[in-house]
């Protein structure tokens, strides 16, 4: 057997090599972190156009008691199809009832998502806040309208978002 053949060469590792490790590193980390400000930031932009155009005015109208202007205003010609306005009318009047005055709502999470047979929507759990209730979760879909404003194209209480309602679960229109 030759030695020569097993004999390894190694050499010694030099400080520039450690440095282009953690240069490389740095870079990935740094482009992760930046590209998660961005996503961020573009989420951020999203729900607040969504609260502006839509949720601000569902908001004021629901506090003051005209639901009806909701309807009217601020939902789709299909969820209107789907759905009666006496229904929803009650439903808004039976919340008022067990839940008392809307005091506030905040978008904590919107998602767009597509699914068969429908347009693409951004599916907008909200944080209710009442007189009588501290905190509801309510998930709304909402769709651009053709002047691209949003506006909601469906909605119910986010039931396992609301453990502590005890029987208080209204299954009427949001």
Same mark, same amino acid.
């Given at each position: 057997?030759? &030695?020569?053949?097993?004999? #390894? +060469?190694?050499?010694?590792?030099?400080?520039?090599? *450690?440095?282009?490790? !953690?240069?490389?590193?740095? *870079?990935?980390?740094?482009?992760?972190? =930046?590209?998660?400000? /961005?996503?961020?930031?573009?989420?951020?932009?999203?729900?607040?156009?969504?609260?502006? #155009?839509?949720? =601000? &005015?569902?908001?004021?109208?629901? =506090?003051?008691?005209? &639901?009806?202007?909701?309807?009217?205003? *601020?939902?789709?010609?299909?969820? $209107?199809?789907?759905?009666?306005?006496?229904?929803?009318? =009650?439903?808004?009047?039976?919340?008022?009832?067990?839940?008392?005055?809307? !005091?506030?709502?905040? %978008?904590?999470?919107?998602?767009?998502?597509?699914? &068969?047979?429908?347009?693409?929507?951004? #599916? +907008?759990?909200? $944080?209710?806040?009442?007189?009588?209730?501290?905190?509801?979760?309510? $998930?709304?879909? %909402? +769709?651009?309208?053709?002047?691209?404003? /949003? +506006?909601? @194209?469906?909605?119910?209480?986010?039931? @396992?978002?609301?453990?502590? *309602?005890?029987?208080?679960?209204?299954?009427?229109?949001?």
């Amino acid at each position: 057997m030759n &030695p020569a053949a097993n004999t #390894q +060469v190694v050499e010694k590792g030099s400080w520039s090599s *450690l440095f282009g490790c !953690l240069g490389v590193g740095v *870079l990935v980390i740094g482009g992760i972190i =930046a590209a998660w400000m /961005y996503f961020s930031g573009k989420q951020d932009s999203k729900n607040e156009e969504i609260r502006a #155009q839509w949720l =601000a &005015p569902w908001t004021k109208a629901i =506090a003051e008691g005209r &639901p009806g202007d909701a309807w009217d205003k *601020l939902t789709t010609e299909g969820y $209107r199809k789907e759905r009666s306005k006496e229904a929803y009318l =009650a439903n808004y009047g039976e919340a008022s009832e067990k839940f008392g005055k809307l !005091l506030s709502a905040e %978008v904590f999470n919107a998602i767009g998502t597509k699914e &068969p047979g429908r347009e693409y929507f951004q #599916q +907008v759990k909200v $944080r209710t806040r009442w007189e009588k209730a501290d905190l509801i979760i309510i $998930r709304f879909e %909402v +769709v651009k309208s053709a002047s691209g404003e /949003y +506006v909601q @194209d469906g909605g119910y209480l986010g039931i @396992d978002d609301n453990i502590g *309602l005890s029987g208080a679960i209204l299954n009427g229109p949001w």
